[in-house]
């Protein structure tokens, strides 16, 4: 089992910039490909981005590409996203998650509970 702990989450005016952080427990980090998704309120759970065990790939979906960062630092087990040029519409529950196989959306094997970025305009 992999054990995911997301922070970072807040009230940011648009325009402004938010990292989010995920922090993994329970089995060795490197191993896993880690991706963020979010679930805006009435919309269904989006990909977002993904990274692989070795930062050597990344991938963005189109609305976010250029504003957006994801990376990773194995040594303490934590995936990032930053995220500048927010915008209102990027107001969501932002997921972590976890899986051996790099994908460019669903299905991850382990969530973590999500945090909740607001975007005010």
């Known amino acids: 089992q992999v054990q995911l702990v997301e922070s970072g989450g807040g009230l940011v005016q648009a325009g402004g910039s938010q990292r989010l952080s995920c922090v993994a427990s329970?089995?060795?980090?490197?191993?896993?490909?880690m991706a963020w998704f979010r679930q805006g309120p009435g919309k269904e759970r989006e990909f977002v981005a993904a990274?692989?065990?070795?930062?050597?790939?990344?991938y963005y979906v189109d609305s976010i590409k250029g504003r957006f960062t994801i990376s990773r630092d194995n040594a303490k087990n934590t995936a990032y996203l930053q995220m500048n040029s927010l915008k209102p519409e990027d107001t969501a529950v932002y997921y972590c998650?976890?899986?051996?196989?790099?994908?460019?959306?669903?299905?991850?094997?382990?969530w973590g509970q999500g945090t909740q970025v607001t975007v005010s305009s």
């Open positions: 998650a976890a899986d051996i196989v790099f994908r460019f959306g669903p299905p991850y094997t382990y």
């Open positions: 329970g089995r060795t980090f490197s191993d896993y490909c």
């Open positions: 990274i692989s065990w070795n930062s050597g790939q990344t």
